[in-house]
Each structure stands twice: as C-alpha cells, then as structure tokens.
C-alpha cells in the first residue's frame, strides 16, 4: 500500500524544507517519535552571527495550492489548536518556528526533473508564533495564523532565523 495523499504531501513539505537546509549548510535531525510537535530541528556547524552551533525547530505544514488563500500580505492558515500551542509562547529554550509549504494540487508537479535542474514547487514561508499565547484546546479546535507572504523561506533566511541580530518576533 502506498502513501496516502496526505502522507505524500507532507513527506514532500519536510523534503522541501530538507532541501532548503542543505542549500544553506544546515543539519538536519529529524525526531524518531513526534511528541513535542516538531518535525525538524535545523542546526549550523560552528560560528553563525555570533552564536555557537545555534539550532532552530520547526513545524512543517503543506497546504494545497489550490486551497491557499492569501489577503493582505499574508497566508490565511487555520491550524490544529494542540498543534499551534506547540508553537506560542516564550517558554522554549530553542526558538520554534512554523513553516508553510504551499504544495501544487497533484503531487506529479511538485518536481519536474530536467538536464539542467530540478524544479520543486511551489514555496515556503515561516512564521514565529513567540509574541502569541497558546489557547484552551477545550474551547477552540483550530486557529487562524497569518504567515506573511514576504517571509519567504530562503537560503539566507534560514540563515537569518539560526543567527538572528535581534530576538525574532512574530510579524503583526
């Protein structure tokens, strides 16, 4: 039996994010049980802005590109309520972020192979929940994250989230 569609799709967004690590010179560990809510932990051998072998987690979600909705700068994201208090607060020792992988409809698009380069689509983009209060999962079973469309996940801003100049703050 193969993969569901859901299990494909997220076993390709945790792939994306893999990717984009490796671009940027990053480990990655992945956990063997997911207990805590996180599915990545990305880290940097050595020296990065100052900081000596910093490490970030992150949540990865996908959503289909045909469901995406994005209005005034930002992803309309609904997410699990157990799964978005993994993510606020402050009380974590190693900063936690969310990353949203906008995946194409039908999973033979999200890599067309050619002789010069492989293409993945479609993108992602990170959010810091550290400025938000984790919610009663009692009375709400989902809840609205805005992730900027500008928070694009990049080579240097993966670089930028291990080492930031400054605490990393939610995008209001």
């Known amino acids: 039996m193969g993969l569901s569609k859901s299990e494909h799709q997220g076993a390709f967004g945790e792939s994306f994010v893999q990717v984009l690590a490796s671009a940027a010179g990053l480990t990655v560990a992945k956990e063997n049980i997911d207990t805590r809510g996180i599915?990545?932990?990305?880290?940097?051998?050595?020296f990065l802005g100052g900081w000596r072998h910093p490490s970030i987690e992150v949540q990865v979600k996908t959503w289909i590109r045909h469901?995406?909705?994005?209005?005034?700068g930002?992803?309309?994201y609904r997410m699990n309520a157990k799964h978005f208090n993994e993510l606020a607060g402050q009380n974590f020792r190693m900063p936690r972020f969310l990353v949203l992988v906008i995946v194409p409809d039908d999973w033979p698009e999200y890599a067309t192979p050619t002789q010069e380069h492989t293409?993945?689509?479609h993108a992602a983009y990170w959010v810091s929940l550290l400025d938000q209060h984790p919610v009663d999962p009692e009375q709400v079973s989902t809840v609205a994250v805005d992730v900027p469309v500008r928070n694009l996940l990049t080579v240097p801003a993966l670089q930028q989230l291990l080492a930031p100049s400054e605490p990393i703050r939610a995008e209001a």
């Open 39 to 46: 599915d990545l932990t990305l880290g940097y051998k050595g």
């Open 67 to 72: 469901r995406a909705t994005h209005r005034n």
């Open 74 to 76: 930002f992803w309309k």
């Open 119 to 121: 293409e993945l689509r």
